[in-house]
């Protein structure tokens, strides 16, 4: 009964198969993205809470419930789930006898004066939240420190963080489900005293961009085309020829002042884990996304953060291209001063180890003024804050 990791681990025993087998687990959540319940899970049932205890009674998702028995009693006798579950008479006796008038009073007392253990939590008197500078929870996000605000947005010299096909979703790139032992965000927890059993899942610490970041692009299921055939979160780090973990890479350019892009196929960005997915990248370095094809509410998170979301002409792939995601990108000026961007297009050189260079031009998609605005200013955080100001 859990959404994005919040069942918690699987069992130790799992983690030695888990590289080698598609785990596989039931549960009633209403997700199934590769990796989002745990990194070790590549795929899930989603069923009702009562067949998720059916299964695991079981001990395999290949019984037939409706016609094999779920066990057999102390006499030997079959037992089927039919004799287990509840009539819909039964439970509606049980509704009308706890369902009462004074649940809901008391639960909205509760709601408008706190708990006791809620009203005993010591609070500030300041006007403005007071960052615990050791918390491993909830920090302070840079994000008004790294906006940019610029009439045209020009990138140069950009590597490629990630590079993959189609249908990459948002699961893919947000940080979801419990922390691997072996990640950068385990190690950055470990650092500061956190015990592996109270790593929590990157879910309960949505809030320290420093878990999220480490935790962007890490999913078990993520192909990057530059990470040598290795599946997750990794890929080649272009200035030491290293293949590492993508945070570690992305650390390594942000040391080189290299910005960063992300190169995708069709339907980039698919799926529902929405804000991490654009504040992830964002934060990592990345400037700009190239992709055959986006999904609509990821591309203007997008800009939203910053980010300059392009796509490939009709019929134009980075393999049409020759592209690999080795090469040195130049992106030309896109004028956003005017809100919506000037031209439609904008020109992408790629440049070649061997110094040759590929040129093709990219439909600029920021489809309104208002998001030429938020690209204008670094992002809807600080436009905001402009128009409040």
């Known amino acids: 009964m859990s959404c994005i990791g919040n069942s918690g681990d699987i069992h130790p025993a799992l983690h030695a198969i888990a590289g080698d087998a598609d785990l596989a687990s039931v549960l009633s959540g209403n997700r199934n993205f590769d990796g ?12 009702q809470p009562a067949l998720v205890v059916a299964y695991a009674i079981a001990g395999t998702v290949r019984a037939d419930l409706a016609n094999e028995p779920l066990g057999y009693d102390a006499s030997g006798a079959s037992v089927f789930l039919r004799e287990l579950l509840p009539t819909s008479g ?62 045209s947005v020009a990138i140069s010299g950009a590597r490629t963080l990630v ?23 385990a190690r950055y927890l470990i650092e500061r005293g956190v015990e592996r059993a109270d790593f929590n899942t990157y879910g309960a610490r949505r809030g320290n961009h420093e878990v999220m970041m480490r935790g962007t692009f890490a999913n078990v299921r993520l192909e990057n085309l530059l990470a040598g055939g290795r599946k997750g979160g990794w890929t080649l780090d272009l200035i030491d020829g290293q293949v590492k973990s993508v945070f570690d890479a992305a650390e390594s350019y942000r040391a080189a002042g290299l910005p960063l892009i992300v190169i995708a196929g069709k339907m980039y960005g698919s799926g529902s884990s929405r804000d991490w997915a654009g504040k992830g ?24 953060m910053g980010v300059l979301p392009l796509q490939f002409a009709e019929g134009v ?14 992106i030309a000026p896109v004028d956003v001063s005017g809100g919506l961007p000037a031209s439609g297009t904008a020109h992408v050189t790629a440049a070649k180890a ?9 439909v600029v998609r920021v489809d309104t003024p208002t998001e030429g605005e938020f690209l204008r200013a670094g992002g809807i955080l600080p436009y905001v804050l402009d128009h409040l100001s």
Do not use: K, M
């Open 36 to 47: 989002r319940i745990s990194p070790d899970v590549a795929q899930n049932f989603l069923a």
């Open 90 to 151: 039964e439970i509606q006796a049980v509704l009308d006898e706890v369902l009462t008038p004074e649940l809901f009073i008391e639960a909205n007392e509760l709601g408008a004066e706190g708990s006791a253990a809620w009203q005993e939590i010591p609070t500030s008197e300041s006007a403005t939240f007071p960052w615990d500078p050791d918390s491993t929870y909830v920090r302070r996000a840079p994000y008004f420190d790294l906006a940019v605000a610029q009439d």
């Open 163 to 185: 590079h993959a096909g189609d249908f990459v979703t948002t699961d893919h790139i947000s940080p979801a489900g419990s922390i691997a032992a072996d990640s950068p965000a």
């Open 281 to 304: 990248p964002a934060l990592l370095g990345v400037r700009a996304v190239i992709a055959e094809s986006f999904e609509r509410i990821h591309r203007s998170n997008l800009v939203q």
């Open 317 to 330: 792939t980075a393999a049409t291209l020759g592209l690999d995601g080795t090469e040195t990108y130049d």
């Open 354 to 362: 061997d110094g040759t260079t590929v040129g093709f031009d990219c």
